[in-house]
């Protein structure tokens, strides 16, 4: 067993002593954290990091666990359904599972496209986009790291939405309710969203799958509810990972791929700045040079590739680990690589160092951080020196928005995605990336 695996059953059982017996399988579906600032004054460099980690079920250091505590509270309407409900997710096992809904596609801008810009949340910490379900407009995180399309609605107690858009099922014409079905994402530590699920009418930019599945949140974990400029998340991973129950329903890119000029959705995400998803098409205006393309591992459910060699400053190639694995997240704010890789950058990096207080290198503001070149699916590509100072911690003191991992699978979050347009191609199950323009 490769010691990621151990890893993840390792932390899986520790996390979720109190919960179900969940194997490795549902790792990548712990998407939710938010870790919101109500104070916030700048990017959070150690909260980014604690997010990633939770999301992947990482290992956390004591430094940045204390944090943690606060998240779990449930808040619901109903009884939290903490113990029982959740011994029975044992999600995951794809084969032979059945996606329901009967979910039909239509591009219905003439040409098949559909685009909707994408706001960067708090200097960049997550990037929200509008999305129109059942007529009704709401702010969505999309995150190609997971597979579940949840949203904040009527459900929720009034507390629990103060602040939010929410969906509300019975103003729409086009809602049914998918009896008996339930979902539920959480987080080791305990936090996430669990509820019920109908299917309408979701349209992105343009792009729209009538009886699309929406899973409404019955409860949601405090960090979501302080967090109200996001509204719910919206999975652009593989089915596989969807968690609905009994019947896994298709992620929206799914369900409209067939449908679109070209089965591909793209990720242009900047620093400090308004970007935008795109379905259908790659807009070539939106790069230099030509898009490298490559072969995408789906064995886990995420858009996986190799990812073993890497570069300072287009310096000597080297190997990280053999047969390292890597996914392209937009759900995940930094990038988290194999530790010979953060070692060797920030060895280039005066004054950096692995700071155990701040839970990652941190280095001097004023210093120069030199570009990385990182092996994406046997290509290098490049996250540029000024994307990787992430966040200040004090005056003189910046947090690295790259990260060392030592749990095996390696994420390339937004840090990368600020560098690199990216195509998501789900008709050959291949990714494309290029400089940004
Ligand atoms: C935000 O800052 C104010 C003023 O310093 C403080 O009173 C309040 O408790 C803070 N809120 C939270 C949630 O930390
Ligand atoms: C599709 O139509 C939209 C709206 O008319 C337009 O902005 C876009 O460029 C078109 N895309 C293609 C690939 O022709
Ligand atoms: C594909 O991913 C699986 C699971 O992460 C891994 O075990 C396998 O080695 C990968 N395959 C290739 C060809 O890299
Ligand atoms: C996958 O599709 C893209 C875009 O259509 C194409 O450029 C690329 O060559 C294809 N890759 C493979 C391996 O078929």
Redesign the pocket.
């Known amino acids: 067993m490769q010691s990621f695996a151990k890893l993840l059953l390792l932390f899986g059982l520790l996390a979720l002593a109190s919960a179900s017996p969940v194997g490795i399988q549902k790792r990548g579906v712990y998407k939710v954290e938010r870790v919101p600032n109500p104070n916030y004054t700048g990017r959070n460099g150690p909260r980014a990091l604690l997010k990633t980690l939770r999301k992947y079920r990482m290992p956390i250091p004591a430094s940045v666990a204390g944090a943690a505590q606060q998240q779990s509270e449930m808040i619901s309407k109903r009884e939290p359904k903490r113990g029982k409900g959740r011994g029975q997710r044992q999600k995951g096992q794809n084969g032979g599972a059945a996606t329901t809904g009967q979910a039909a596609a239509a591009g219905s801008?003439?040409?098949g496209?559909g685009?909707v810009t994408n706001t960067p949340e708090a200097n960049d910490v997550e990037y929200l986009s509008p999305v129109t379900i059942g007529g009704q407009t709401l702010n969505l995180d999309f995150d190609s790291g997971s597979s579940d399309l949840w949203v904040f609605n009527s459900q929720l107690s009034t507390a629990a939405t103060q602040g939010h858009t929410i969906y509300d099922p019975t103003k729409s014409t086009t809602f049914a309710l998918m009896q008996g079905a339930t979902f539920e994402i959480s987080y080791g530590d305990g936090s996430g969203a669990a509820g019920n699920v109908g299917t309408d009418t979701v349209d992105i930019g343009g792009a729209t799958v009538t009886n699309q599945a929406v899973e409404m949140a019955t409860a949601v974990s405090r960090s979501f509810v302080e967090d109200t400029n996001n509204n719910g998340l919206l999975g652009l991973a593989f089915s596989t990972l969807n968690t609905v129950q009994p019947a896994q329903q298709k992620t929206f890119f799914d369900n409209v791929k067939d449908s679109l000029?070209e089965p591909v959705f793209t990720a242009d995400l900047r620093a400090q700045a308004a970007g935008a998803y795109e379905f259908?098409?790659v807009d070539t205006s939106k790069f230099t040079g030509a898009m490298t393309w490559v072969p995408v591992n789906t064995t886990d459910g995420f858009w996986q590739f190799t990812s073993e060699k890497f570069a300072v400053d287009g310096g000597t190639t080297q190997t990280s680990t053999a047969g390292a694995q890597a996914i392209a997240d937009t759900g995940t704010t930094l990038l988290l690589a194999d530790p010979a890789v953060a070692q060797a950058y920030y060895a280039q990096v005066d004054g950096a160092v692995d700071d155990e207080q701040q839970g990652g290198f941190t280095f001097p503001c004023d210093a120069t951080l030199p570009d990385l070149q990182i092996d994406v699916g046997g290509t290098m590509a490049t996250v540029k020196g000024t994307d990787i100072n992430f966040a200040q911690v004090d005056d003189q003191t910046c947090f690295g928005g790259l990260q060392a991992t030592t749990a095996g699978l390696q994420i390339y979050g937004d840090i990368f995605f600020k560098s690199n347009f990216v195509a998501f191609n789900g008709g050959n199950n291949t990714l494309g990336f290029a400089q940004h323009a």
């Open positions: 801008a003439a040409n496209t685009l000029a259908g098409r």
